[in-house]
């Protein structure tokens, strides 16, 4: 029987726990967590603390090499209808557009939003050009009635939120 074949986890539902059924790598673990993640806000638990989102949105883009720009579209019990990846860009940035991410939000019919975006350098410290394009995100989305919670700005294990921060 091939590894690969061979279960990685044994789920325990009645302790939530999970047991390796085999040798698990980096990438099995966090395709497990991202899995179970996505499962847990598939439009059913609402996010409730910054330090959910960032959890959550570090799962999602802490492993990648170049910048990558998102929203968590929202509805209006702050529930995830979608984790959309917009733009990429490369180790140092990304253009981003404000008037798809607001065709997104339309798409989508979201009440609110979270943005996101990682910085590769393992910093989340945003720039003052994060914050310009948050301002523009803001008032565009505003236009719209949709709400902007926070943008978390992930480097490595580490998240900034602007809400946090007073920025938003």
Do not use: C, W
Request: glycine fraction near 4%; hydrophobic fraction near 45%; proline fraction near 5%.
């Amino acid at each position: 029987m091939a590894i690969n074949s061979i279960p990685a986890f044994q789920a325990n539902d009645l302790t939530g726990t999970y047991t390796a059924l085999r040798e698990l790598s980096p990438a099995d673990i966090l395709d497990k967590a991202k899995a179970l993640l996505a499962a847990r806000f598939d439009r059913g638990e609402p996010l409730s603390s910054p330090k959910e989102s960032a959890d959550y949105l570090v799962s999602q883009l802490a492993h990648l090499e170049h910048e990558v720009f998102s929203v968590l579209f929202l509805d209006n019990r702050h529930r995830v209808i979608s984790f959309d990846q917009m733009f990429a860009g490369t180790i140092d940035g990304a253009s981003v557009h404000p008037r798809e991410v607001v065709k997104r939000a339309l798409q989508h019919n979201a009440a609110a939003v979270i943005l996101a975006h990682n910085h590769p350098s393992g910093i989340p410290e945003p720039s003052r050009a994060d914050q310009l394009l948050t301002r523009r995100l803001v008032d565009a989305l505003a236009l719209v009635d949709v709400r902007v919670l926070d943008h978390i700005v992930v480097g490595g294990a580490e998240t900034v939120s602007f809400a946090d921060r007073g920025l938003i």
